[in-house]
């Protein structure tokens, strides 16, 4: 189980050790300011991207702007930013101002694709993993574009942004669910710099637990972005939260004799879950290290110009976490489909004929399990048939790539007419 969200956020608890040591721990010389235009060469630690994911796993990233201790200090001390004649005021204000609101523009550019944007791609990825019925795999673009086409022209624009507020509230409960276990027992919900397998340990079995808690609304959260707004009632947006609490208690929707109970969709969830978090988080790092050393070699040559360093400031950790999303999505596609079909199994949904773009179709599968799910569909679809809807995939991925480098373009353009 994947929502598109940040694994993580520990901002807050980085922020604060980062302060306590450099304003309390000795570090700077202590100073009093005669005006509050001295405090602006003080800030000097980029803010918090959002939606960013802290993955360091202890590390303390050095304040941006800051010389290493080793630099030598030649002539006479200076004010960074130069004063005005009688108004004290800071001409470098407005750039760091700028700097501030375009890091926190990017970051929610970066949020708003990953989440609405690509929200119809996620529809109709879902509905072709979950229809058995379909004979065109949509294995392209180009025939995923033109299906999201013939829905729209049919239904509306709400056939393809159908179930996002679910997608918001599984988000929500998978983030408070880790966050209330994490306080109540002894599981770490990040790993230290010096990690060890037992830690290690402890912290995957926090995110099981979570993704365990998290599984019906889950389920919930897929009918309504599978089923079809031919037949579909006008739900509210608390309704995932019924369904869920609901599918728990075994009341609610009527259900079919087919479906799975929860106790055997926990091994696939969890599995999927998990392994989405290990291959997110290993490819993340490694990114990471990598544009770190690139920028690292690009300081030591000297030709690193001031907008550049900007941009270092905010857009390797958006790449990194672009690139382990869709690392992960790709590797564990062919799971997805196996779990998205139990998951619908029995719930009575119907959904949209992707094959056509019109009609609906009832989804009637009688797997008993994961394991007989993969060998019928290796049987009856083939090895392309754990891939149906790859190509949705591939739209979504080139959205936010796209955004991203737009987004790259307009801060660079910002940047370079303020120095």
């Not at 109540?184 to 790993?191: D, G, Y």
């Not at 009632?233 to 369904?243: S, V």
């Amino acid at each position: 189980m994947h929502p598109r969200r940040p694994d993580g956020f520990d901002g807050l608890g980085y922020r604060s050790g980062a302060r306590d040591e450099q304003g309390f721990g000795g570090a700077f010389p202590a100073r009093s300011f005669s005006s509050a235009s001295d405090l602006s060469h003080w800030v000097t630690t980029p803010p918090d991207i959002p939606g960013s994911r802290n993955l360091h796993w202890g590390e303390k990233s050095p304040p941006y702007g800051v010389p290493p201790p080793s630099t030598p200090l030649e002539g006479p001390a200076e004010e960074p930013f130069p004063r005005g004649g009688g108004g004290g005021s800071v001409p470098g204000q407005s750039s760091e101002q700028l700097n501030r609101f375009a890091g926190f523009g990017i970051g929610l550019a970066s949020l708003f694709t990953e989440n609405v944007l690509a929200h119809p791609c996620i529809v109709l990825r879902r509905q072709c993993q979950v229809n058995y019925h379909a004979r065109l795999y949509h294995l392209t673009p180009f025939t995923v574009i033109n299906i999201m086409y013939s829905f729209n022209k049919t239904q509306g624009p709400r056939a393809l942004w159908k179930g996002m507020g679910s997608t918001f509230i599984v988000q929500g409960v998978t983030l408070g669910a880790e966050g209330i276990i994490s306080e109540f027992t002894p599981l770490p919900r990040e790993i230290s710099h010096k990690w060890n397998p037992k830690q290690i340990g402890e912290h995957l079995l926090l995110k099981s637990l979570t993704y365990i808690v998290a599984m019906p609304f889950y389920s919930a959260s897929l009918i309504e972005t599978v089923q079809s707004e031919i037949i579909r009632d006008n739900t509210g947006i608390l309704e995932c939260i019924k369904e869920g609490i609901g599918r728990v208690i075994g009341l609610g929707v009527p259900h079919s004799k087919r479906l799975l109970p929860l106790l055997s969709l926990i091994f696939p969830t969890v599995l999927h879950g998990v392994l989405h978090y290990i291959i997110s988080s290993v490819i993340q790092k490694i990114v990471l290290l990598i544009l770190k050393r690139k920028t690292y070699n690009s300081h030591l040559a000297e030709s690193t110009s001031p907008v550049q360093s900007m941009l270092d400031a905010y857009f390797p950790e958006l790449i990194a976490n672009f690139a382990a999303s869709l690392c992960s999505d790709v590797i564990l596609y062919p799971l997805e489909t196996v779990l998205h079909r139990l998951h619908i199994q029995g719930t009575r949904t119907i959904i949209d004929n992707t094959d056509l773009g019109y009609e609906v179709l009832p989804i009637n599968t009688q797997y008993e399990g994961m394991r007989d799910c993969i060998n019928t569909i290796r049987q009856e679809e083939g090895m392309l048939g754990f891939y149906k809807g790859f190509g949705a995939v591939v739209i979504q991925y080139t959205l936010h790539a796209a955004v991203l480098q737009i987004t790259k373009i307009i801060y660079s353009t910002l940047l370079q007419n303020s120095v």
